[in-house]
């Protein structure tokens, strides 16, 4: 009797295929999770960019001053804090120098899960980070808690009638932070990349006097 000519594998063999299945599979994974990391963070740029030219455009179109207004990290929604914007027509006080918000002119838009704005150091000698300042301009908000209306004070980019920045002052370049991160009882909490290092962070940069916004390159 004739024996077959095709043997199974050994035990070796499939062993070192699935040893193979196993690295391939470990290496599809971390192709996948850098994909959306990347894709995330092109978000990211293609979201506040359009939102601070889109104040700077309209504060020339309309003549009046335009805030891209910032929640903070210890005002508003839970799943908000830090990470939402949007875009109000403003007054300032003659006496206080208060800014007022007045019309809403967009919806709040939010930054891609896991981002967050980011205070702290900044990537040029000199820089301000346009988050890291007081909160300075109050919007009139729904108190969905207690009923009613209530007062808030956010941090914001302002655009003049000129198109230039008006507020946060200062000479320094004007920087605003996008940074990995979560924020807990009015804690910004850094996940996945080191919120004190700009070099981990998504750049934005801001002419003070032309008043459009460019993206810097950190890798």
């Known amino acids: 009797m004739k024996k077959s000519r095709y043997q199974g594998f ?62 903070p990290y210890d005002q508003g929604r839970e799943d908000q804090l830090g990470r939402s914007f949007t875009l109000f027509e403003v007054r300032q006080d003659e006496v206080t120098g208060q800014f007022e918000a007045g019309q809403q002119l967009r919806r709040w838009a939010m930054l891609p899960e896991r981002f967050i ?66 924020v807990q009882n009015g804690i910004a909490l850094a996940t996945g990349a080191d919120n004190n290092d700009w070099r981990k962070r998504e750049v934005f940069l801001i002419g003070r006097q032309t008043g459009r916004a460019r993206y810097l390159e950190t890798r």
């Open 10 to 71: 050994s035990l070796i063999e499939i062993i070192v295929v699935m040893g193979i299945m196993a690295l391939l599979l470990v290496l599809g994974t971390a192709l996948f999770r850098g994909v959306g990391r990347g894709e995330g963070r092109e978000a990211v740029r293609s979201l506040v960019l359009g939102g601070l030219n889109n104040a700077q455009s309209r504060a020339l179109s309309t003549g009046e001053p335009v805030a891209l207004v910032m929640t």
């Open 117 to 182: 704005f980011s205070k702290g150091s900044t990537a040029t000698a000199g820089g301000q980070n346009a988050y890291d300042q007081s909160n300075v301009v109050r919007i009139v908000v729904q108190d969905s808690k207690e009923g009613g209306r209530r007062t808030v004070e956010m941090p914001a980019i302002i655009f003049g009638s000129s198109g230039r920045v008006i507020w946060p002052t200062g000479e320094g370049e004007l920087e605003l932070h996008i940074g990995e991160g979560k």
